[in-house]
């Protein structure tokens, strides 16, 4: 016979007597009608297959193996890839922080997230040319190509801290599923996150999309552990919560939901207390969705004043002037005047006619719908079936249908804001996506169907595969639906497949293959292709018929030809790929 000293809540909650409820097992007595029921607790759900309780050694193990391999992709990932179009200015905003301490440029996003990169430019120590006056742009260019730097080993070591923080957010994934659906729950849900292609490829990168997501889902399952521990846990999950406000503007509309959740948090640890004291627990409740917010807006400003304690702003680029309801809402947020300014260039951004890209169309706007078809595409068939399972189950079984709002809500509230956005630019705006539902994933063993453990370890594998063909080229990832990574391109665009991180691979190709041979080149990107040895001509800058040899072209670029490329490209024939986001043609 097993202890009983080493079962989980949820294995103890299995061995009640028939016909006791949880209230009467903690009071001893029975309860009056006229008392409040309890709160559901995650006490409720089902217990995970006892056998495993007697042999917990590998668990352990099966975690270290999930995020080892997740490491090693990301490391081999971020030595391959050059800069993505993003990652400079967030890379020479960082490195200014450490050297002018003043918050100066890319105010349209808030500084932890680059606190967190400068944490990897400290260790490379790059030069800082401090009489440079350009912009954001220009500055990443400067510090790494013309200032005497390495750029592999910058991107590197500030790749880095990303890439830790990403392993770190793996053992919030676990923790949490292994609280609603035990050790093997935690370890469907560790594997639905470390094998996904979008986590892997946007961890590995000194960009803001993983933190800020994993910041969010830390403070949910705070928020959800409150339920027991109120004075230990709000305090923390706010805390989580500002970190991802001071990481990315994105993050805002979880202000909507994640202080209500921390007000129910609030709620059902008094659920002990009798009807009389229904107001007292309505005032703690609101109290706990304040000091939630409270503490979430603190972290926001300690972020702004550990890089400048002074809060000197002067804006080095235009700042739109904001009106009506969004200009209202900026004028009245209690966020320092750098957020707020950043609030504004935000809005100006969404005012653009940004070009989006998608199954062949080019469009002018955005489409309401283009992130969720996205995240179909890019999201593994394995992946897809498991999130759907996990939220069903989440829902539809009453022991675990407590965590449902925290894990449905949030995600749902920032994807429809994020559906909103005119910047139909990749699933990076809503990564969101793939941590949730991975914690809901693991809850796929709370239902009582004989065949769910094999069925779950059979989309496990299916995933795995999936994963392992892909890598090492996570970025361009596209399930076999949609005919996988070869083919993203021509469904989609940008940082779905082509954000600039193949130009290393594609000096390495070309001095390979093609040595000597006459190079045109249409790149999309912020690396500078002579840095790595490519030497070529723009096509568009000579009469068409002078374009001999081989025509180089991004595939964002690719996407969206018209005028004098689309004739090019029509005059073309393939002759070789890189990266699955870079297309040679010879003409």
């Given at each position: 016979m097993q202890s009983r000293a080493h079962e989980t809540p949820l294995a103890r909650s299995r061995h009640r007597p028939p016909g006791v409820t949880a209230g009467r097992m903690m009071t001893g007595e029975r309860r009056s009608a006229l008392e409040p029921a309890p709160c559901p607790r995650v006490a409720d759900a089902p217990a995970p297959r006892r056998r495993w309780s007697g042999r917990r050694w590998p668990v352990p193990l099966l975690v270290f193996l999930l995020l080892a391999q997740m490491a090693a992709a990301m490391v081999t990932t971020a030595l391959q890839q050059t800069p993505t179009i993003d990652e400079p200015v967030y890379v020479a905003t960082a490195a200014d922080y450490l050297h002018a301490h003043r918050v100066r440029h890319n105010p349209e996003h808030p500084p932890l997230g680059k606190l967190v990169v400068a944490v990897g430019v400290a260790l490379a120590d790059p030069h800082v040319d401090r009489s440079f006056t350009g912009d954001q742009g220009m500055l990443g260019r400067h510090l790494l190509y013309e200032s005497g730097n390495d750029p592999w080993q910058v991107m590197l070591w500030a790749r880095l801290p990303v890439i830790v923080l990403t392993l770190l957010f793996g053992f919030v994934v676990f923790a949490f599923a292994r609280e609603l659906a035990g050790a093997v729950g935690g370890l469907v849900a560790l594997a639905s996150y470390t094998l996904s292609p979008d986590v892997v490829a946007h961890g590995s990168l000194a960009t803001l999309d993983v933190p800020t997501a994993g910041f969010l889902l830390t403070s949910v399952w705070l928020l959800w552990r409150a339920r027991r521990r109120p004075r230990l846990y709000l305090p923390l999950g706010g805390a989580a919560l500002g970190a991802a406000l001071a990481t990315k503007m994105s993050a805002l509309p979880a202000v909507l939901v994640l202080p209500v959740l921390a007000g129910v948090s609030v709620w059902c640890a008094g659920a002990g207390a009798g009807t009389a004291d229904r107001r007292g627990r309505l005032l703690r409740a609101i109290g706990g969705a304040a000091v939630v917010a409270l503490i979430a807006l603190a972290v926001v400003w300690v972020s702004y004043l550990a890089v400048d304690p002074r809060l000197r702003w002067t804006p080095r680029q235009h700042v739109?002037?904001?009106?009506?309801?969004?200009?209202?809402?900026?004028?009245?947020?209690?966020?320092?005047?750098?957020?707020?300014?950043?609030?504004?260039?935000?809005?100006?951004?969404?005012?653009?006619?940004?070009?989006?890209?998608?199954?062949?169309?080019?469009?002018?706007?955005?489409?309401?719908?283009?992130?969720?078809?996205?995240?179909?595409?890019?999201?593994?068939l394995g992946l897809l079936a498991l999130w759907a399972a996990g939220a069903v189950?989440?829902?539809?079984?009453?022991?675990?249908?407590?965590?449902?709002?925290?894990?449905?809500?949030?995600?749902?509230?920032?994807?429809?804001?994020?559906?909103?956005?005119?910047?139909?630019?990749?699933?990076?705006?809503?990564?969101?996506?793939?941590?949730?539902?991975?914690v809901a994933a693991g809850c796929v063993l709370v239902v009582r169907w004989r065949w769910a453990p094999a069925v779950t370890a059979a989309l496990v594998l299916f995933l795995a595969v999936s994963s392992v063909r892909t890598y090492p080229y996570y970025l361009p990832y596209s399930n076999e639906a949609f005919g996988g990574t070869t083919r993203t391109h021509l469904h989609l665009h940008d940082s779905n497949v082509d954000w600039g991180q193949d130009l290393g691979r594609l000096a390495d190709r070309l001095r390979e293959r093609h040595r000597g041979e006459r190079v045109w080149l249409v790149y999309k990107g912020s690396g500078v292709p002579s840095w790595y040895g490519i030497e070529a001509s723009d096509p568009l800058a000579v009469p068409r018929h002078e374009v001999r040899g081989l025509l180089v072209v991004s595939d964002s670029a690719v996407a969206k030809a018209k005028g004098r490329l689309a004739e090019l490209i029509a005059g073309s024939r393939v002759i070789d790929q890189v990266g699955h986001s870079i297309t040679i043609y010879r003409r």
């Open positions: 739109p002037v904001v009106h009506g309801l969004r200009g209202l809402l900026v004028h009245l947020s209690p966020f320092p005047e750098s957020y707020r300014d950043g609030m504004r260039i935000q809005f100006g951004l969404e005012n653009r006619p940004w070009e989006g890209f998608l199954f062949g169309r080019v469009y002018t706007g955005s489409l309401w719908y283009y992130l969720p078809v996205a995240l179909l595409v890019k999201t593994p189950a989440v829902v539809a079984v009453r022991r675990s249908r407590p965590v449902a709002p925290y894990l449905l809500a949030p995600p749902a509230v920032l994807l429809a804001a994020a559906m909103q956005g005119s910047r139909d630019f990749g699933t990076r705006y809503a990564l969101f996506v793939p941590m949730f539902l991975a």
